[in-house]
Nanobody, 122 residues
Framework: QVQLVESGGGLVQVGGSLRLSCAASSDTFGSYDMGWFRQAPGKEREIVAAISRSGRTTYYTDSVKGRFTVSRDNAKNTVYLQMNSLKPEDTAVYYC???????????????WGQGTQVTVSS
């Protein structure tokens, strides 16, 4: 079991930046793949980015490539999502998630945080 707590969301203007953090309770944080997901009103939840337990492998959905960066600090049990050049369509609740390592970073995740709201205003 691992508990996840996101922070760093808020209101930002178009073109601005935010950095989301997700702190994990488990001392085995370094053994988990970590993902960032988002859900906009009326839409299904989608994966945004993910990072392998070592940090050597990352995944990004096409719409955020070149703008978002996922990273992790296993010593601090924390995963980050740096979001630059934000657009109105990035507005959503952002969730971090964890799971035991798999071959691909996509797919099902088992442990979820409560989410943090990101609103990009034009």
């Amino acid at each position: 079991q691992v508990q996840l707590v996101e922070s760093g969301g808020g209101l930002v203007q178009v073109g601005g930046s935010l950095r989301l953090s997700c702190a994990a309770s488990s001392d085995t944080f370094g053994s988990y793949d970590m993902g960032w997901f988002r859900q906009a009103p009326g839409k299904e939840r989608e994966i945004v980015a993910a990072i392998s337990r070592s940090g050597r492998t990352t995944y990004y959905t096409d719409s955020v490539k070149g703008r978002f960066t996922v990273s992790r600090d296993n010593a601090k049990n924390t995963v980050y999502l740096q979001m630059n050049s934000l657009k109105p369509e990035d507005t959503a609740v952002y969730y971090c998630a964890a799971r035991s390592p798999k071959v691909t970073l996509r797919g099902r995740y088992d442990y979820w945080g409560q989410g943090t709201q990101v609103t990009v205003s034009s």
